[in-house]
């Protein structure tokens, strides 16, 4: 087939405007996938997507179209994620794509994550198709999606498609939308072999399997391939396209999307990002637009049965090879024992790894606070960056410690605006401006600190606004600030796994909660046991666990009132023995329950 007839594109929206339904239309329309084996959401394998109803991985799948024009296009589709969390999703696939059709939902207009979607688009040079979906629902509102499509995107409203991935209306305009305004295939003008890798998966048969854009050149059977950025080479044993399942082709050639097998065995020798090229004939010069992604939220991993552990390292190495962006180490803690610290995008990341791992690995595991990186000067000394608060020198050597901060786009209905700017200001933020979108709507422009938006920014956002308000983040700088670590002392030795980061002015309210929680949830003890808050060596919360007492009196029937006291003070003389000398026995399970919560 003339590659001229290829085009590559993918779907990009706020999460929830109809991405994955829009795409099962696609392969119906096309009869790439039968109708009696298609299934909802088809493009999206794993259990979690389709009970979240999001998507997670970015799915590649060949189509073939027979246009107006009465030519056959072979058309490559990514279907992406739309969470903010996974936008290194997006940006890998639109880097492997010359186009992308940009759906918004008819009811809800546009959201935050559709002007970041739409940017991230238009600042890699793709032609953005933008397509108002759901538009047979009933409270559907045209007029505005048109009239938002240009003061908010600048995108001519007369460009868009009106279209319903769920009853099929619109989805022939929107074939040939992709064949007439999306470019055939770009850089196909050098003259080595260069493919783009934007995922990859293990296969405990084939080992290493990479999906692969081929931008000039092709790759086939036999051929000796380089990776570019470590110069790892290796044989090619089978290459294919996605029809979704994956299909054995002989070659894979200029424009096509699909997978390479090759005896690649380590899932860390595959970066996400990096260029294929042939091993005779290298190309000198690397695939542009792909940086590095970072991870910004960190916390302990740890496998409930401590035998588990390999178990473990063995589910988060094989997680590790189909996400770029999670990183993990080992780390050991005297409460939980040996386990990992990991580093996420975000909350929804962190939630979805987790339960991936208790899923397809079957391994229960306990997570410890989550925390950010935290740039930490020393006197005297150059700064160091500590994502564990265990890590963090002692305070009298510290010159300043800084935080991450994120600036927000916020879309909320304006009768909700007083209660979502003291929620704001409740985080430690600040509004920068608003901008009135329409009569109902405004958007805020914030700067958070990270940290602040860890746990309940997004669910409070959620509740206040009755589900109409919606967030896109970018991060910012780092900005110094007044921040203590805190600890938690059982009995007065710290616990490793409460320690945390805190703003000074929060630290005895979250150290109150933390102690109110321990001291209900620790079984009692023979003895009193105190539950502290502290920072440095200043108490600031205390709670006592129960203690367990006998009844040492009960034989005593009457008599003199002296030998029932005789007896208590017996008992309460062994019991300040005992403090000095007895250990506190915390059952792992009481430390799991407060981490849960």
């Known amino acids: 087939m003339d590659d001229l007839l290829t085009r590559n594109f993918c779907i990009i929206a706020h999460v929830d405007h109809g991405k994955t339904t829009l795409s099962d239309r696609l392969l119906e329309y096309t009869n790439t996938v039968e109708q009696r084996v298609l299934t909802d959401q088809h493009l999206d394998a794993m259990d979690l997507e389709k009970e979240r109803g999001i998507t997670i991985k970015?799915?590649?799948?060949?189509?073939?179209?027979?246009?107006?024009?009465?030519?056959?296009?072979?058309?490559?589709?990514?279907?992406?994620?739309?969470?903010?969390?996974?936008s290194y999703e997006v940006s890998r696939s639109l880097a492997a794509c010359e186009g992308a059709v940009l759906l918004i939902d008819a009811a809800q207009g546009v959201e935050a994550q559709t002007v970041a979607n739409a940017h991230l688009a238009s600042s890699q040079n793709l032609k953005i198709i933008p397509v108002i979906n759901k538009i047979d629902l009933p409270s559907a509102n045209l007029e505005l999606c048109l009239r938002q499509l240009e003061d908010i995107l600048f995108i001519p409203h007369d460009e868009a498609i009106l279209a319903s991935g769920k009853s099929g209306i619109g989805i022939q305009d929107i074939l040939e939308a992709v064949v007439s305004r999306i470019p055939a295939p770009r850089w196909r003008d050098c003259p080595q072999t260069r493919a783009l890798v934007f995922d990859s998966l293990y296969d405990s048969y084939r080992g290493v399997i990479t999906y692969a854009r081929v931008f000039s050149g092709s790759l086939k059977a036999g051929d000796a391939m380089t990776l570019m950025s470590t110069g790892q080479k290796s044989e090619v044993k089978e290459v294919g396209v996605f029809t979704p399942k994956m299909e054995k082709t002989g070659v894979l050639g200029e424009g096509d999307v699909g997978y390479v097998v090759s005896n690649i065995k380590d899932t860390s020798d595959i970066k996400i990002g990096d260029t294929i090229t042939q091993t005779r004939q290298p190309a000198t010069e690397m695939l542009p637009g792909y940086k590095e992604v970072r991870p910004m939220v960190f916390c302990g991993l740890?496998?409930?049965?401590?035998?588990?552990?390999?178990?473990?390292?063995?589910?988060?190495?094989?997680?590790?090879?189909?996400?770029?962006?999670?990183?993990?180490?080992?780390?050991?803690?005297?409460?939980?024992?040996?386990?990992?610290?990991c580093g996420f995008l975000g909350l929804l990341h962190m939630e979805i790894i987790q339960e991936r791992i208790r899923r397809e690995h079957d391994v229960e595991i306990i997570s410890t606070y989550p925390s950010v990186v935290y740039h930490v000067k020393p006197h005297g000394q150059p700064e160091i960056d500590v994502d564990n608060p265990v890590l963090l020198p002692d305070p009298g050597t510290i010159e300043y410690i800084a935080e991450p901060t994120?600036?927000?786009?916020?879309?909320?209905?304006?009768?909700?605006?007083?209660?979502?700017?003291?929620?704001?200001?409740?985080?430690?933020?600040?509004?920068?401006?608003?901008?009135?979108?329409?009569?109902?709507?405004v958007m805020l422009t914030a700067v958070l600190p990270l940290n602040e938006i860890l746990v309940d920014f997004n669910d409070r956002l959620k509740s206040i606004t009755h589900g109409y308000g919606s967030m896109d983040y970018e991060l910012g700088d780092y900005r110094p600030d007044d921040l203590v670590k805190m600890d938690i002392l059982i009995n007065g030795d710290p616990v490793d796994a409460f320690s945390s980061i805190v703003h000074r002015t929060k630290a005895e309210g979250k150290g109150r909660e933390l102690c109110e929680k321990l001291a209900e949830i620790i079984p009692p003890q023979m003895f009193r046991v105190a539950i502290q808050a502290a920072i440095g060596g200043k108490i600031i919360a205390r709670e006592n666990v129960r203690q367990m007492r006998k009844d040492v009196t009960a034989k005593c029937y009457g008599g003199d009132i002296t030998r029932k006291r005789k007896l208590l003070e017996k008992q309460k003389e062994g019991k300040k023995k005992m403090k000095q000398i007895g250990k506190v026995s915390i059952p792992p399970d009481a430390f799991i329950q407060v981490l849960k919560n």
């Not at 970015?58 to 903010?84: E, F, I, Q």
């Not at 190495?317 to 999670?326: P, V």
């Not at 786009?409 to 608003?434: A, C, F, Q, W, Y």
Request: negative net charge; glycine residues 6%.
């Open 302 to 341: 740890y496998p409930l049965e401590s035998n588990d552990y390999e178990k473990l390292k063995a589910a988060l190495g094989r997680l590790r090879l189909n996400d770029a962006a999670f990183q993990y180490q080992s780390e050991s803690s005297i409460a939980l024992g040996f386990g990992f610290r």
């Open 58 to 86: 970015s799915h590649p799948v060949t189509m073939n179209y027979h246009a107006k024009d009465g030519r056959t296009y072979k058309l490559n589709l990514m279907d992406t994620p739309g969470h903010v969390d996974f």
């Open 406 to 441: 994120i600036k927000a786009s916020i879309l909320i209905p304006n009768t909700e605006m007083g209660d979502i700017l003291s929620l704001i200001m409740e985080k430690r933020g600040s509004v920068e401006h608003t901008d009135t979108l329409d009569a109902n709507r």
